[in-house]
């Protein structure tokens, strides 16, 4: 009885235009994330030819980033809203790949583009559970959180680097880094269609100040 009460539950999550966005955000900065992780201290220390120490300290800055942007973003995306704060920030991540790709002269160029780029970590509490929380009820906002990461890191972090090493087999390790240019953009395209939820834009109530409040959006008028 469980089973098809859990697939009904999901169906119905799907109904509304962010949570089927916020999956496909997920997936593409999941991948995005997986394939820098990766594929990024190859490149430098095979194609740029940096020392260890060189490409310990490029990706560094990775940390670096998501520490400062796991206060800026949020709280720019509560005065600014959710909607072009996450659409810029995922549009930025795509200067982290670029930064090797196309600065690699020196460790310092790389490591301050990669740092600018991995800024773009911040939008993640925002599309794993701010965005699904303020878009349905309480009841069904912890499915909706594990539906949008469970499937970001399935298809993006697991799937999509290991599809990635075998182009990077074929035709190079610049190949994964293109691709992790082309997730963030993407991700930053579909955060433009996403139904604002940010309080200070919509004049709705927060769910943390009351954890009550009815649904505020409905599958109907969510996706208008």
């Given at each position: 009885a469980n089973a098809p009460s859990t697939v009904h539950q999901i169906l119905g999550l799907l109904k509304f235009n962010n949570i089927r966005l916020c999956m496909l955000v997920s997936c593409c900065?999941?991948?995005?994330?997986f394939l820098i992780l990766t594929f990024l201290p190859l490149y430098c220390v095979r194609v740029l030819q940096m020392s260890g120490r060189d490409m310990s300290i490029v990706?560094?800055?990775l940390g670096a980033a998501g520490v400062v942007a796991a206060i800026v973003v949020p709280y720019l995306s509560d005065r600014v809203g959710r909607r072009?704060?996450?659409?810029?920030?995922?549009?930025?991540?795509?200067?982290?790949?670029?930064?090797?790709?196309?600065?690699?002269?020196?460790?310092?160029?790389?490591g301050a583009l990669v740092f600018l780029g991995c800024l773009a970590t911040g939008i993640g509490p925002l599309y794993m559970s701010?965005?699904?929380?303020?878009?349905?009820?309480?009841?069904d906002s912890a499915t909706a959180v594990g539906l949008i990461m469970g499937f970001g890191q399935i298809v993006g972090g697991f799937?999509?680097?290991?599809?990635?090493?075998?182009?990077?087999?074929?035709?190079?390790?610049?190949?994964?880094?293109?691709?992790?240019?082309a997730?963030?953009?993407?991700?930053?395209?579909t955060c433009l269609?996403?139904?604002?939820?940010?309080?200070?834009?919509?004049?709705?109530?927060?769910?943390?100040?009351?954890?009550?409040?009815?649904?505020?959006?409905?599958?109907?008028?969510e996706g208008a």
């Open positions: 900065i999941w991948g995005w994330y990706m560094s800055a072009p704060i996450m659409a810029l920030f995922a549009a930025v991540g795509a200067i982290a790949p670029l930064g090797a790709l196309c600065f690699g002269g020196t460790t310092v160029a790389v701010t965005v699904p929380l303020e878009t349905v009820s309480a009841r799937f999509g680097p290991a599809f990635a090493g075998i182009l990077a087999d074929q035709f190079g390790l610049a190949v994964p880094l293109w691709a992790a240019v997730a963030a953009l993407v991700a930053a395209i269609f996403l139904k604002e939820t940010a309080p200070a834009k919509t004049g709705r109530l927060s769910r943390t100040l009351a954890p009550d409040v009815p649904l505020p959006l409905q599958p109907g008028t």
